[in-house]
C-alpha cells in the first residue's frame, strides 16, 4: 500500500512518523511545504521539512517544538555578537544539515534531490519530498506592512493579526517531480493535522492536478475549537473563515473525500457529511510515539473499511 | 608611527596583539596570510585572519591554540552524523564569523571588504587585510600525492614529510589594495614571528614590489633551534634550508635589513651581522600578553635606536 502525506511541521509530521511505522519500508511519501523556507546568512532554512526529517530520523527536539535535540547557540550568539539581527532561533546542529543542504544544492542537486540524499543519509525508510524545487514565499500582510512568513512567526510572535496570505513564486513554481510521482501513484493521500492556510493550500496548489479526491483523506488540525500547536485557529479567523473541524472539512471539501475529526468535535460529523466529505471521528490527538501510532493505524483503519 | 606586521596565525599574531598595545589607535595594520583558506561546505575559512581577529578582539581560545573560545562543535558533529568528513575543526562560535563573511561577500564585497567589516563590528582599532582579495591556496606535496594545506596540517597531522611548496594562484593574484596602502604607507614593516615558508612567503610574494628593505624588520620564529608552534622547523629542514634562527635570517636577508632573533641564539648574531643585517638580540619569547607587549615595546625601541 502506499501512502502519501502532505505536511506542515508539527501534527502532520507527528502523524507521518505513525505511519512510517504501521507501514512498510517504503511505502511512505512525506511532501512539505517550502513555503515556509527562508535564506538565512546565504543558508536555505526549511523549518517544515526539517521538522520532518528530524522526526523521522528520531532527532526532533520535543522541548523547544523545533530543530533538534541538544541543540545550542552559538553560531548565532556570535552573529548576534557580530551586530547581525539574531531573531532567528538557528541552532548550531540545525545549521550543519543547513550547510550539507547548500553544499548539495551547489554541486548541482535540486531542492528535492539534496533532500533525498539527506534522508538517505539519515537512514530513512521514508521519501520526504519539498513540494516544489523553485522558491515559494509565503507573504503576511500586516497592519505594519507586509512581512515574510518567519519575520512574522518568529520575531513578531505570530501577533500582528493576518490581513491576508500571498505565495511569492506560487504562479511560476512548478511542483518537484518526485512530489508529482508520489501523488499519482499513492493507493491514499492523507492531508495531514497541519495548518490548512499555510501549510496545506500551497502543497494542493502546486499538486491539485495530480490529487484525485477519492483517494484523499483530510485530519483536522483543529480539536474542539483550538489548534494544539501553532497559530491555525487565529489565522483562519483573521481572514474569516470558520476556525473549528467544521471549517477545516469546507476547507477541504473540494479536494478529499474523507474527513477525520476528533471525539471532541463528534457533533460535527453530520455537518462533514453535509459537505458530501465522509466524517471519521477518531482520538486525533497524538501525545507521544503511542499516539502516533495509534492514529497512524486508526486512518488505515477506516480507509480500508471505507472500501476505497 | 605607521606600522605594519605581515602574519600568519600563531606568534605574528601575538606580536600584533602587543603593538596595538603600545601604539596609538590606527597606527597598526595586520597584512594576513591567506594562503591557509580553505572552503569548507560553500564558507570559506581563513585560519591566519581569523587568530589575528580574535586575538585582537580578545576572543581566542588560547587553550586549543585556534578559533574561540568557549568553543562548540555540534554543527561538526551533525556533518559527521550526515556523513560528511568531520576532520576540520570547525567550531560554531567560528562558523558564525564564517557565516557573515560569506553574507558579505555574496552583497558584493571584496574579501579585504569583507574582513574590513568584521574587524569594525569586533570594534578593533587595527586594520586586519587579507594580502589578496584572489584566491591563493598552498598546495603541499607529499609522497603520498598533493595535499590541500589543511588536509595536510589538520587531516594528516602534519605526518607527511614536506617535499615542496606551491601556491596555487599567486601568479595571477595581485594585492589587496589596502594591502598595498598599508606597506607602502608605513614607517616600519614587521615581518612577525610566523613560519617563513608557508604564511610570509605568499605575502612578500605578492607585496614584495612595494617593500622597501631598509623599512623592515623581522622577526625569528625559530628560537634555540625550534618553533615555539608549529612545523615551522620542520618544513626547513625539510625543504632544505637551514632550521635555525641563522637560517631564517639568510631566508629575509634581501627583503629586511633589521633582524630580531632570541637571546638563545646570541650566538648568531655575528652571522646575521655577515648577511649585511642589522641584528637585535632580544627576550622574543611570549607566554602572555605582558610578553606581548613588552616584545613590541623592545621591538620599536631598537627600531627607532637604529635611526632609521
Given at each position: 500500500?502506499?501512502v502519501t502525506i502532505l505536511a506542515g511541521?508539527?501534527g502532520a509530521?507527528?502523524l ?172 491514499l493521500v492523507v492531508i495531514g493535522p497541519s495548518n490548512p492556510l499555510?501549510s496545506i493550500d500551497?502543497i494542493c496548489?502546486?499538486?491539485g492536478?495530480?490529487l484525485r479526491r477519492e483517494r484523499v483523506l483530510a485530519v483536522s488540525p483543529v ?9 491555525t ?12 473541524a467544521l471549517g477545516v472539512a469546507r476547507h477541504y471539501a473540494a479536494v478529499a473525500a474523507e474527513f477525520v475529526l476528533d471525539?471532541?468535535d463528534?457533533?460535527l460529523?453530520?455537518?462533514v457529511?453535509?459537505l458530501g466529505m465522509r466524517p471519521h471521528v477518531l482520538?486525533t ?10 492514529l497512524?493505524?486508526?486512518v488505515?483503519?477506516v480507509w480500508?473499511?471505507a472500501?476505497r
Amino acid at each position: 500500500m502506499r501512502v502519501t502525506i502532505l505536511a506542515g511541521g508539527t501534527g502532520a509530521a507527528r502523524l507521518a512518523c505513525g505511519l512510517a511505522r504501521v507501514l512498510a519500508p517504503g511505502e511512505l511519501s512525506v511532501i512539505t511545504n517550502t513555503a515556509d523556507d527562508e535564506v538565512m546568512w546565504g543558508l536555505l532554512v526549511c523549518p517544515d521539512t526539517d521538522a520532518v526529517l528530524y522526526r523521522l530520523a528520531g532527532l526532533f527536539n520535543e522541548d523547544s517544538g523545533f530543530g533538534v535535540r541538544d541543540e545550542s547557540f552559538h553560531a548565532l550568539e556570535m552573529l548576534g555578537q557580530l551586530g547581525e539581527p539574531a531573531w532567528f532561533g538557528l541552532g548550531d546542529r540545525d545549521l550543519g544539515l543547513h550547510l550539507l543542504r547548500s553544499t548539495l544544492r551547489h554541486r548541482g542537486a535540486s531542492l528535492s534531490q539534496a533532500t533525498a540524499e539527506i534522508g538517505r543519509r539519515l537512514r530513512l525508510q521514508v521519501a520526504v519530498i519539498p513540494m516544489s524545487d523553485d522558491p515559494v514565499r509565503t507573504r503576511v500582510a500586516t497592519d505594519a506592512g507586509e512581512l515574510s512568513f518567519q519575520e512574522w512567526f518568529v520575531r513578531s510572535r505570530c501577533e500582528p493579526p493576518v490581513r491576508g496570505l500571498r505565495f511569492d513564486g506560487l504562479e511560476q513554481a512548478v511542483p518537484a517531480p518526485a512530489a508529482v510521482g508520489a501523488v499519482s501513484g499513492a493507493d491514499l493521500v492523507v492531508i495531514g493535522p497541519s495548518n490548512p492556510l499555510l501549510s496545506i493550500d500551497p502543497i494542493c496548489a502546486l499538486l491539485g492536478p495530480h490529487l484525485r479526491r477519492e483517494r484523499v483523506l483530510a485530519v483536522s488540525p483543529v480539536v474542539g475549537g483550538r489548534a494544539l500547536k501553532g497559530p491555525t485557529v487565529a489565522i483562519m479567523a483573521q481572514l474569516g473563515e470558520d476556525p473549528s473541524a467544521l471549517g477545516v472539512a469546507r476547507h477541504y471539501a473540494a479536494v478529499a473525500a474523507e474527513f477525520v475529526l476528533d471525539v471532541a468535535d463528534g457533533a460535527l460529523a453530520d455537518g462533514v457529511s453535509a459537505l458530501g466529505m465522509r466524517p471519521h471521528v477518531l482520538d486525533t490527538v497524538m501525545a507521544d510515539a503511542e499516539g502516533e501510532t495509534h492514529l497512524a493505524g486508526e486512518v488505515l483503519r477506516v480507509w480500508q473499511a471505507a472500501g476505497r
